[in-house]
């Protein structure tokens, strides 16, 4: 069965301190991990998606990176507009995404 | 400005009223789904559509309809509400033919209560 793992659940940064979201999956074939960004109340916000292992994307103060078994976002210097939900999807070759249930960060000033 | 919208945004309704949440895409999109997203549950897939015409069961099917008479539009339909579907609904839209990598855009939400 497909499986997708967010850690942590929960997640308090200081403005400017950096960290990184995993997301492990289980998949019978990859064929592509895709990152959003949720704000409370709307819809996810696409961010990267990732193809193959070593793949990295970087997109402002956020890079994504692949392996064979998981994703991890990066946020370098976070701000307070940084704060969200994050979530990992994998695509394993059906017609629907499989969704982690996401990890909530907040950055305080 | 490419976006995919829906309608309502909040519904409150009684259990067996029929209702009908609207979700309409402007950036040419073949295919198109549905997902609730419920505490701890995460985005489930409910319904999608490959192309006009086409639309198949996702991982959460029961007790909802669709139809995708326009390719801009894919409506999701609840027959006979009850209060298990009270949740966060997101229409989404990718551009589809076939290939199932393509990066799903996700419209604003519907918050739905059933009483």
């Known amino acids: 069965e497909d499986q997708v793992t967010q850690s942590p659940e929960a997640l308090r940064l200081q403005e400017g301190e950096s960290s990184s979201l995993n997301c492990s999956y289980t998949?019978?074939?990859?064929?592509?991990l895709f990152w959003y960004r949720q704000d409370p109340g709307k819809g996810p916000e696409f961010l990267f998606t990732?193809?193959?292992a070593g793949e990295e994307k970087e997109k402002e103060r956020l890079k994504a990176t692949l392996t064979k078994k998981e994703s991890f976002l990066h946020i370098t210097a976070p701000k307070p507009e940084d704060s969200a939900t994050y979530l990992c999807?994998?695509?394993?070759?059906?017609?629907?995404?499989?969704f982690g249930s996401g990890t909530r960060l907040q950055v305080q000033p | 400005e490419a976006q995919v919208t829906q309608n309502p945004r909040y519904l409150i309704t009684v259990t067996g009223k029929k209702l009908t949440v609207t979700c309409s895409q402007n950036?040419?999109?073949?295919?198109m789904s549905w997902y609730r997203q419920d505490p701890g549950l995460g985005l489930r897939q409910i319904y999608y559509?490959?192309?006009?015409?086409?639309?198949d069961k996702g991982d959460v099917p029961e007790g909802y309809k669709v139809s995708r008479k326009e390719k801009r539009n894919f409506p999701l339909i609840l027959e006979s509400p009850s209060p298990n579907q009270t949740s966060l609904y997101f229409c989404?839209?990718?551009?589809?033919?076939?290939?199932?990598?393509?990066?799903?855009?996700f419209g604003p939400g519907t918050r739905l209560t059933v009483l």
């Open positions: 559509s490959m192309n006009v015409e086409v639309t």
């Open positions: 950036m040419n999109h073949e295919y």
């Open positions: 999807a994998v695509n394993p070759g059906r017609r629907a995404l499989t």
């Open positions: 989404a839209s990718s551009l589809g033919g076939g290939r199932f990598t393509d990066t799903q855009y």
């Open positions: 990732l193809y193959s």
């Open positions: 998949v019978s074939g990859l064929r592509g």
